[in-house]
């Protein structure tokens, strides 16, 4: 259960995620160390250390979706800063936690509804690799514009991995953007889903986080309770190594 603005609880929440799945990456849903709130303050990178330390201890690579501050300083800003004034933003970000540290992954390119009374849209797609596996990362709206999906497969992906939010009676919505992003680019996908209430009205959320092959098949769910999580090896294109 994500608890709202309270980012010292919820790091702790990814915490006991991390430690649960050992897996070598854990992807989480949209704003998930604050709660979907638009008025969260920016996430300081101090407060997200000990899931650096978790993530150091078991080897993993977690996305967690925070507020984030511009591109060039700030807490949360992009590189390894802790300190400056923020350059533009806020934005809807993904965090890359390891034990190397944190940074901002992704800025949310395509924002949905009211977001953008508060929050400005990212500028790139961007990709990450980790073991030879090449993630594309994306934001609920993301997935549901051709034109970001196409522009991050293009830089050479095996997984598009998104963090999302949905209604509960949206969940439909969550599988019909993976399959269709998997059978027309030929990639895998992981979707971390939102489940249990969050802000700005999603007392019901979709949950159903899931692994869809790159034939659109469903290989994993996680259902809609929360904590539940969905596991899947993903081999790597080009050595048929995994993650």
Do not use: Q
């Amino acid at each position: 259960m994500i608890t709202p603005y309270d980012v010292a609880a919820n790091v702790a929440a990814h915490v006991e995620a991390v430690r649960a799945a050992g897996a070598r990456v854990v992807v989480f849903p949209e704003l998930s160390l604050t709660g979907y709130h638009f008025d969260a303050p920016v996430v300081p990178f101090e407060l997200v250390r000990p899931l650096v330390r978790a993530c150091a201890e078991t080897g993993t690579v977690a996305f967690a979706g925070a507020p984030v501050g511009g591109a060039f300083g700030g807490s949360g800003g992009a590189g390894s800063g802790w300190g400056g004034g923020p350059v533009g933003g806020p934005n809807i970000g993904v965090l890359e936690v390891s034990g190397a540290g944190v940074r901002v992954a992704y800025r949310k390119m395509w924002l949905g509804g009211r977001e953008a009374v508060r929050f400005r849209p990212g500028d790139a797609p961007a990709v990450v690799e980790v073991d030879g596996v090449r993630l594309g990362l994306a934001v609920c709206k993301d997935t549901g514009v051709p034109r970001h999906v196409a522009d991050t497969v293009a830089l050479g992906v095996d997984v598009y991995a998104a963090g999302v939010l949905e209604h509960a009676w949206d969940a439909g919505v969550v599988e019909e953007r993976a399959r269709r992003i998997a059978l027309g680019h030929g990639v895998w996908v992981a979707i971390a889903s939102f489940a249990g209430p969050t802000g700005e009205g999603y007392e019901s959320t979709a949950g159903r986080s899931a692994v869809w092959d790159p034939s659109g098949g469903m290989i994993t769910s996680a259902g809609t309770g929360v904590g539940a999580v969905g596991r899947a090896v993903i081999p790597d294109r080009a050595t048929g190594g995994g993650a």
